[in-house]
T-cell receptor, first 113, second 115 residues
Framework: DAGVTQSPTHLIKTRGQQVTLRCSPK?????VSWYQQALGQGPQFIFQ???????QRGNFPDRFSGHQYPNYSSELNVNALLLGDSALYLC????????????FGPGTRLTVL | AQSVTQLDSQVPVFEEAPVELRCNYS??????LFWYVQYPNQGLQLLLK??????LVKGINGFEAEFNKSQTSFHLRKPSVHISDTAEYFC?????????????FGRGTSLIVHP
């Protein structure tokens, strides 16, 4: 049973560019959440998707957007990249019923130069 | 709004010694509490969680935590650590009233186990 997978593992972009990160949830899970983990910090909630809609959003600007597909996989898009967007981006999946337990992927390390 | 304070950024300890990682939270409502572990270059893994019931919660890998409502604490303990426990540990809190389970994380405590 595959857990949460994310791609790519690492990514290097320059300021102003756009980036798309991808996540496949654990088998059977229908809810996907995205987090940003800056170096030396705990993860910060970006948003959560369920039934292809953004259900909740954290304190992140509109440059951060997402999508969920019918197969429950998800994308995180960041436009107009800033140096401060450099971080580990974590995807977590859960069941809509019983979302107290989230399963995290290994993350995508984004470096903005 | 809720917040989490992990009182120690780094905890060095010798192998087979006991360890306690401290966590205090702030919330105006009832909460759910979690401890996650992050090994190098990996995502987060749930160690244990408190939702309701017994205040002493047992998790994986021999870890346990005690919910203390009066002191708003949820400290993590292990009676005897191994080298393999070296990792980053995160305490998290979510709002029971909201029912959304979206956790707010602390800044993490780096547990370093020396041989």
């Amino acid at each position: 049973d595959a857990g949460v997978t994310q791609s790519p593992t690492h990514l290097i972009k320059t300021r102003g560019q756009q980036v798309t990160l991808r996540c496949s949830p654990k088998s059977g899970h229908d809810t996907v959440s995205w987090y940003q983990q800056a170096l030396g910090q705990g993860p910060q909630f970006i948003f959560q998707y369920y039934e292809e809609e953004e259900r909740q959003r954290g304190n992140f600007p509109d440059r951060f957007s997402g999508h969920q597909y019918p197969n429950y996989s998800s994308e995180l898009n960041v436009n107009a990249l800033l140096l401060g967007d450099s971080a580990l981006y974590l995807c977590a999946s859960s069941l809509e019923e019983g979302t107290d337990t989230q399963y995290f992927g290994p993350g995508t390390r984004l470096t903005v130069l | 709004a809720q917040s989490v304070t992990q009182l120690d950024s780094q905890v060095p300890v010798f192998e087979e010694a006991p360890v306690e990682l401290r966590c205090n939270y702030s919330s105006s409502v009832s909460v759910y509490l979690f401890w996650y572990v992050q090994y190098p270059n990996q995502g987060l893994q749930l160690l244990l969680k408190y939702l309701s019931g017994s205040t002493l919660v047992k998790g994986i890998n021999g870890f346990e935590a005690e919910f203390n409502k009066s002191q708003t604490s949820f400290h993590l303990r292990k009676p005897s650590v191994h080298i393999s426990d070296t990792a980053e540990y995160f305490c998290a809190v979510s709002d029971r009233a909201g029912g959304s389970y979206i956790p707010t994380f602390g800044r993490g405590t780096s547990l370093i186990v020396h041989p």
